[in-house]
Nanobody, 114 residues
């Protein structure tokens, strides 16, 4: 059974930084991509970034480009999201996703507030 466990969320002041981690386990197939989505209260879940497990390709949403960086540790089956210059509008539950298929973590809360 595929298991994704996110960590690293919390409360941070505007302009601050956080680093999210998501560790995958329990799958016997090869990972294709891992990525991050977020969902703010009352809003739909939105794409943040993803990274290929087969090469160094990454893709980041325009709303966070230049502030958020996705990276990976293949040996640990872990994806990271470095979030800098955080804004109140970045407040959301952040979820990681693994493909192939639709495997999601349980989410980690990020709150940006003074």
């Amino acid at each position: 059974q595929v298991r994704l466990v996110e960590s690293g969320g919390g409360l941070v002041q505007p302009g601050g930084s956080l680093r999210l981690s998501c560790a995958a386990s329990g799958h016997t197939f090869s990972t294709i991509t891992m990525g991050w989505f977020r969902q703010a209260p009352g809003k739909a879940r939105e794409f943040v970034a993803y990274i290929s497990w087969r090469n160094d390709y990454t893709y980041t949403a325009d709303s966070v480009k230049g502030r958020f960086t996705i990276s990976k540790d293949i040996a640990k089956n872990t994806v990271f999201l470095q979030m800098n210059s955080l804004k109140p509008e970045d407040t959301a539950v952040y979820y990681c996703k693994l493909t192939p298929g639709e495997f999601w973590g349980q989410g980690t809360q990020v709150t940006v507030s003074s």
